[in-house]
C-alpha cells in the first residue's frame, strides 16, 4: 500500500523559505535532527516508567553515522518511534497556522533566522542540507507497522511500508549538492562537539560516543566536590588556567534554571575573555552569545546556563523584553552578590587574595545596577598603597580621626599609578595620611561613584594639591616671606615659566616641603578625563592641562632666591627648581630634561 499526498501547508513551498532564511546556520540540522532522536528515547523511557510499555527498554542511544560515497547522512534511533498515522501528524502538518503566519511575517524583514524550532519546523531543517529525506520507522506500539516517509523538499511526500524490524526511527539525508561540506568526518565532528556534548542520552558518532550525558551542572551540589568543578572547567575551555571559584545555579521556580558560573582568572585583554559562557536548553547548546540573559557587567564570567525557559528562537528586541529574561538576570546578580558575600564573610583572606580580579567585576557590577551596588558595598573592598584592605565602611573610620577637614569632610586620598606619583605620595605620608591605590581601568568611574553615594566623603588624587592643603585645616602656617617678597616671587616665577595654562600660587607650607609643587587640581582633571570620554563635555573643546605651579615661601632656597642680587642668578635659580617640580610630576622630557640635566652637571660643579 502506497500513500501519497500533500504537505499540509498553506504557503506554496516552505523550503525554500527555510533554506534561503536559515543561511548562515545550515549546521544546526544535526542539533534539530539529534535532539529530536534523544527526544524519542526519552519518552520510550517516560512511557516505560509509567507502565506503558512492558518490553524490552534496552540500552536507549542515538547513532549518527554517514556514507560520503552515497552521501548520505543517517540519524538512528531506538527511541518510540511513529506510526504511519503518527508521521502524517507529526511531520505532514507543519503548517498549522501560527507557522505560516510566522514565515510569512518575517520573511519580509529579513529577522526570521531562529524560526526553526521555534514552531516545530526543527525536522524540516533537514532541508537546508539535503535533497530528499527519509524517515523509516517502528512504532514500539503492539502490532505496529514499519513505515517510510520520502520527501524531495517540495511540498509533496510519499508513505509507504517499512523495512525497519526494530523499534525506533532512521532519519536518512540526501545531501544536497550544495551541501557536500556536511560528508566530512571532521566536520560532523566538530557540529556534534559543539551542540550534542552534553546531551543526556548516548549519541555515537561512528564507533565513538560524543557526549557526556550527566554534565556537573545537571548533578546536585552537595554530590560535587571542588575537583569535580574544576575538571569540568577544563573540560569546557581546555587551556585555560583554573579559575578563582564558581557558582553553581539551581532555580526551579518561578523560571527553570541550572548552570555553573565560574570567576576566571581575568587576562590584560578583556574582549577576549568575553562570551565564553555557554547556553543550553535542556542540554542541547544553543549559543554562546548569551548578552541579555547575563548582565552585561557579568559578560566575562564562564561556565554554563541551561533553561528551557529562554526563548531561544526569537529575536534579540524580544528576548531583551522579555519577563523570563528579566528574571533570569535579576536572579543571577542576586546569586553572585550572595557567593561574594559569603566569601567575604568566611574566609577574608583569600577573598582578598582574589580582589585584583574580583573587584573589577564588583566595581563594574556596582556602576551598573543599583540593586548590586546595595549589597556589594559591604564586601566592596578599598586597597591602599600598603597592600591592606579595607571595606567602604572600615576605611573611612580608619582615615577619619587625621584626614577629616575643617568642613568635617572625610577626605580620602588615592594614588592611579604609585610609580610616577611617588613624590606626592612620601609628602602626605610623612604626615600620616593613608594612599589608596585605585590603579585599575574602571577605578575613574569607580571614584566619582563613590564620591555621589558617600556622604561627607571627598576623594582627592595625591597629586591635586600640595600635601600641606590637600585636606584643609583650621591652623595655617605663617609666612617667613613679606607679602611684597611674596609677590615678587609669583611675578618672577611667572616670568620664568611664561605658560597661561600653568597657575603661580606663592603658599606659606613647612620647610621640608619641595620648594615648588606643580599639581593637577582635581576638579580640572575630572573635567579633562570626562572630555576625554566624550561624556557630553565636548563644550571644552580639547582641554589644555591647566596646573597649579605650588612655590613653597619657607623653603630655604626661595629665601635664597630672594636674597640673589643679580636677576640672572633669580631667574636661573627659579627655573632649576620648577624644572624639579616638573620632574617630580614626571613632565620633563626631552630637550627641556636634556636642558635641566646640563645646567644641573654645571651648578654642581660650581661648588
Ligand atoms: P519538535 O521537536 O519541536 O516537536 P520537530 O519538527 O523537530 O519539532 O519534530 C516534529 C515531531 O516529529 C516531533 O514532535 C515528534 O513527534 C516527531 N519526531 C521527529 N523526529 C522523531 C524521531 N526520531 N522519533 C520519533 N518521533 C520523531
Ligand atoms: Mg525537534
Known sequence: MQEKGNISIHTENIFPIIKKFLYSDHEIFLRELVSNAVDAT???QKLASMGEFSGEVGALKVQVMFDAEAKTITISDNGLGMTSEEIKKY?????FSGATEFVEKYKEKGDEKQIIGHFGLGFYSAFMVAATVEI????????AQSARWECDGSTSFEITPGSRTERGTDIILHIAEDSEEFLQKNRLQEILNKYCKFLPVAVFFEEEQVNNTAPLWTKSPSELKDEDYLAFYKELYPFSEDPLFWIHLNVDYPFELTGVL???KLKKDLELQKNKIQLYSRQVFITDEVKDVVPEFLMLLHGVIDSPDIPLNVSRSFLQADGNVKKINAHITKK??????????NDRPSYESKWNDVGVFVKYGMLSDDKFYEKAKDFCLLKNTEDQYFTLEEYKEKVAPLQTDKDNKVVMLYTTDPGKQNTYIESLKKRSYDVLAFDTVIDNHFVGMLEQKLENIALKRVDSEVADKIIEKEEKIDSVLSEEQQNAVKALFEQTINDKNKTVLVQALPTYELPVTVTLPEFMRRMRDMNGMGGGMAMFGNMPEMLNVVVNANHALIQKI???????EKQSLAKQVYDLGLLSHNMLSGADLTAFINRSVAMIGKN
Open 336 to 345: 553572585v552578590a550572595d557567593k561574594l558575600g559569603e566569601l567575604f564573610k
Open 91 to 95: 511531520i505532514n502538518q507543519i503548517a
Open 136 to 143: 523509516h520507522t517502528l512504532s514500539y506500539q503492539e502490532g
Open 562 to 568: 630672594v636674597d640673589a642680587k643679580e636677576d640672572v
Open 42 to 44: 526519552r519518552k520510550m
Open 262 to 264: 565560574y570567576f576566571p
